[in-house]
């Protein structure tokens, strides 16, 4: 009896001892280094590195949220966005308190052609913080996608209001009433395009706006 208890004893201490190792270190580092890791690794768009340091940390803390968090974003990173919407949900479990994990949540769904879901992720992330433009530009993109113009043009209208050179909005808003035949209004918005774009714009944008309002004013 001695002997069974004695075995007993010795079996307990070393799950214990395991389960204290593998919530402390990993390879010499601890949850927050290994996450710290992962966010280096994001920044340097090493997405495979960032993937593995991440699950490290998971490891070591399967409620790290952050973790969960960069694992979606890296999957979305090398096109893998089903994967990434699954990590995702896993950061929202732990985290839905955080508007940027509904918005890259809506990103992926929208890259997957999921915009019921999306647009409630847009809509989730701003009532949480109502003071991103881009949020606004992003969700106005879906609503153009649905051919909700009026919604819309009232999202880039609401990003402009943030920042008056938002050059994407202007050129998406010249878009939808160039759609709709309101002329002077498309070429009122690719000139505020052409006069706030950036010089890292794509040029296929440049020449479409020049050519469109070329078009429209003859």
């Keep these: 009896m001695k002997k069974l208890f004695f075995s007993f004893f010795c079996l307990f201490f070393w799950v214990n001892s395991q389960v204290f190792a593998d919530t402390q270190l990993l390879d010499g580092r601890t949850a927050d280094e290994w996450l710290l890791r992962a966010n280096r690794a994001v920044f340097q768009h090493n997405h495979q590195l960032a993937l593995s340091a991440a699950t490290n940390a998971l490891t070591l803390n399967p409620q ?3 973790a969960y968090f960069i694992r979606g974003f890296s999957y979305a990173s090398l096109g893998l966005l089903h994967q990434a919407i699954i ?5 929202i479990r732990l985290n839905d308190k955080n508007e940027t994990y509904f918005l890259m949540r809506a990103l992926a769904y929208m890259g997957r052609y999921i915009y019921d879901e999306a647009l409630s992720d847009f809509d989730k992330s701003l009532q949480l913080n109502p003071n991103q433009p881009s949020l606004y530009q992003k969700r106005g993109q879906l609503y153009k996608n649905l051919e909700k113009y009026q919604e819309a043009i009232s999202d ?3 990003a402009i209001s ?3 050179k938002d050059f994407l ?7 939808i009433y160039d759609a709709l035949g309101l002329r002077q209004e498309a070429i009122n918005c690719y ?3 052409l006069d706030y774009a950036s010089p890292n714009v794509q040029p296929q944008f440049i020449e479409q706006a020049r050519t469109r309002m070329k078009e429209l004013q003859s």
């Design 64 to 66: 790290y949220a952050e």
């Design 191 to 193: 000139r505020a395009f």
């Design 162 to 164: 943030f920042n008056s």
């Design 156 to 158: 880039f209208d609401k």
């Design 169 to 175: 909005s202007h050129f998406r808003k010249a878009e």
């Design 87 to 91: 990590e995702y949900n896993d950061a």
